[in-house]
């Protein structure tokens, strides 16, 4: 089995592709599977009801992520205006009694 590096570095995507195509079997999961398949169930109304609320959540957690995410980006923007723009000013950093 390759292991990975163990010195801390930035990660990028093409880092990210690297590792897996190099240790594939790092990131396979852990968990065993299962001696024998289990029974297939049918799916009863309860379980109907708990499946069209887990998708509705994950649509709705798809919306604030899409929030999050503009938000995250229009703030980034801003920050590297402001950034480019204007001269920092050093505050001071003891304390006032």
Do not use: K, W
């Not at 010195?7 to 590792?19: E, G, L, N, P, Q």
């Not at 396979?28 to 001696?35: E, G, I």
């Not at 289990?38 to 109907?48: F, L, V, Y």
């Not at 703030?75 to 304390?95: F, K, S, V």
């Amino acid at each position: 089995m390759t292991t990975l590096p163990d010195r801390a570095y930035r990660a990028t995507v093409s880092s990210v592709r690297t590792m897996i195509v190099r240790c594939p079997e790092h990131f396979l999961p852990r968990v065993p599977a299962p001696a024998q398949p289990a029974p297939t169930e049918t799916i009863s109304g309860r379980t109907e009801e708990n499946l069209s609320r887990l998708r509705r959540e994950n649509t709705d957690l798809r919306r604030t992520l899409a929030l999050y995410e503009e938000a995250i980006r229009q703030l980034t923007l801003e920050n590297d205006a402001l950034r480019q723009q204007g001269t920092l000013i050093a505050l001071p950093t003891g304390r006032h009694p």
